[in-house]
T-cell receptor, first 115, second 112 residues
Framework: GAVVSQHPSWVICKSGTSVKIECRSLDFQATTMFWYRQFPKQSLMLMATSNEGSKATYEQGVEKDKFLINHASLTLSTLTVTSAHPEDSSFYIC???????????FGPGTRLTVT | RKEVEQDPGPFNVPEGATVAFNCTYSNSASQSFFWYRQDCRKEPKLLMSVYSSGNEDGRFTAQLNRASQYISLLIRDSKLSDSATYLCVVTRAGEYGNKLVFGAGTILRVKS
């Protein structure tokens, strides 16, 4: 149990376009979802936390107008990278947590390359 | 100063060796502590939680020293499949419950 999926697993886009990444909890209801970013040889950095039906809370230094997060249901959160630039190329990973669990369950990640 | 500091390695060890990783954290209010394992280009996976009393899971032993704000992971009888990056993780309070703060990881390479 506690499976989280992400789609797409990888995406290549041109500079200036927007990309949407989906994060789904497949077998549980995720009250809270987290979005992380990981650059090569660096740690996972939390970008934002979202609760179903509420606005996302962004970490310091993360532009909320650039990284749009929607957590409209208990099984789906989306991250949209707007007007992507090459420096946004990274590994984006989501995790989900239900009310019943302390543990976060991670999705397999989405590798974004902006050309 | 980073909130969680780890020796990046890499640690290159032969099969069967015992290897130890250390980690320090700066936030004394951190409540929970973990070791995660991350394989190349994959998501992190929980290896084990860490308690002050120490805990063991097969070949893996984790220890927490709250006074020194120090966490350790010991791997005995290393296997080739143990090759990965080991992430030290602590929690920080957030608006929607605890958030995970990751160290940059320590790379382990086990060779035959």
């Amino acid at each position: 149990g506690a499976v989280v999926s992400q789609h797409p697993s990888w995406v290549i886009c041109k500079s200036g376009t927007s990309v949407k990444i989906e994060c789904r909890s497949l077998d549980f209801q995720a009250t809270t979802m987290f979005w992380y970013r990981q650059f090569p040889k660096q740690s996972l950095m939390l970008m934002a936390t979202s609760n179903e039906g509420s606005k996302a809370t962004y970490e310091q230094g993360v532009e909320k107008d650039k990284f749009l997060i929607n957590h409209a249901s208990l099984t789906l959160s989306t991250l949209t990278v707007t007007s992507a630039h090459p420096e946004d190329s990274s590994f984006y990973i989501c995790s989900a947590r239900g009310d019943w669990a302390y543990e976060q369950y991670f999705g397999p990640g989405t590798r974004l390359t902006v050309t | 100063r980073k909130e969680v500091e780890q020796d990046p390695g890499p640690f290159n060890v032969p099969e069967g060796a015992t290897v130890a990783f250390n980690c320090t954290y700066s936030n004394s209010a951190s409540q929970s502590f973990f070791w995660y394992r991350q394989d190349c280009r994959k998501e992190p996976k929980l290896l084990m939680s860490v308690y002050s009393s120490g805990n063991e899971d097969g070949r893996f032993t984790a220890q927490l020293n709250r006074a020194s704000q120090y966490i350790s992971l010991l791997i005995r009888d290393s296997k080739l499949s143990d090759s990965a990056t080991y992430l030290c993780v602590v929690t920080r309070a957030g608006e929607y419950g605890n958030k995970l703060v990751f160290g940059a990881g320590t790379i382990l390479r086990v060779k035959s």
